[in-house]
């Protein structure tokens, strides 16, 4: 009896995640069926298969988006930001860890708090103070990151400090080793997996963002979304191009995370270890 009723509710797993499954896939589904059909097709029925693999769309979408120009400013702008906010947040989470003064709590708990004021509460203010010093570009965006992106990578860094002993901090110094040399070749090496961790998850609201980029870029320096978005108001009832240009935007990330999904499941886990 109790193994039937085990049975039973195995089944009935499998059969929500199916559901579940479908759910998930159907919006990818319409997409790229729908990239490849002509507009008639559309509009004669979104589910069905296409008459034929219209690749014309896809060139057509590719040259209106400026695809390399626009995956070229969302690589250097994501690279760059995640580099900036490893480096200053690493090294942040580890003199607060290390420092145990009054005035490096406060600063931490000033940090931690910051997760909790949303953008739109400072946006006004901030894009205004930024275009009157002239910083209303990709230099600015990446600084705007570099300052949204600190405090919950400086709450990840600093929990994962005290993971490593400060044995290892005496035993550098007695062996002769400045700050410097401490932190960059002994320290930050143990700190992979949240460096790992850390980059994940600025990458994923970086490359996705659309708002920050659509108050500071022009359309010359879009990004992929930013782009998407001009792409859309110009094809709104074009839906065959639309949805080609779609498709085109998700390849980046598809194949960034077909050749990364080892190290980006092995980040994760260990910097949850942590």
């Known amino acids: 009896m109790k193994k039937n009723t085990e049975k039973r509710n195995l089944l009935s797993i499998e059969v929500l995640g199916v559901i579940l499954g479908l759910i998930w896939i159907a919006p990818f ?41 626009s995956l070229f400013n969302s690589v250097l702008i994501t690279g760059l930001s995640i580099v900036v906010i490893i480096l200053f947040s690493s090294m942040a989470g580890y003199a607060l860890a290390r420092n145990k003064s009054k005035l490096s709590g406060v ?11 949303p953008f739109q509460s400072v946006m006004i203010p901030l894009v205004s103070i930024f275009g009157q010093v002239n910083m209303l570009n990709a230099a600015g965006l990446i600084f705007m990151y570099l300052g949204f992106g600190c405090s919950l990578s400086i709450f990840l860094y600093h929990g994962a400090m005290t993971g490593v002993s400060k044995t290892m901090d005496e035993a550098a110094i007695i062996d002769g080793a400045n700050r410097f040399q401490l932190f960059w070749y002994i320290i ?5 997996p949240i460096s790992v961790t850390v980059g994940i998850l600025n990458t994923i609201w970086i490359w996705n963002d659309y708002l920050l980029p ?26 065959h191009l639309a949805l080609a240009g779609l498709t085109i935007a998700i390849i980046p990330v598809i194949i960034g995370y077909f050749f990364a999904q080892k190290q980006i499941i092995k980040g994760v886990s260990e910097g949850a270890v942590k």
């Open 214 to 239: 659509s108050l500071v870029l022009n359309e010359a320096n879009a990004t992929i979304p930013l782009k998407m978005f001009f792409f859309f108001g110009q094809y709104t009832k074009q839906w």
């Open 188 to 192: 930050f090496p143990l700190l992979k």
């Open 107 to 117: 600063l931490f708990l000033i940090f931690v708090a910051a997760m909790l004021i």
């Open 29 to 69: 589904y319409l997409m790229i069926v729908n990239a490849f059909k002509t507009k008639r097709e559309i509009f004669s029925g979104v589910l069905g298969l296409p008459e034929s693999l219209n690749f014309d769309n896809f060139v057509q979408a590719f040259i209106d988006l400026e695809f390399l120009k």
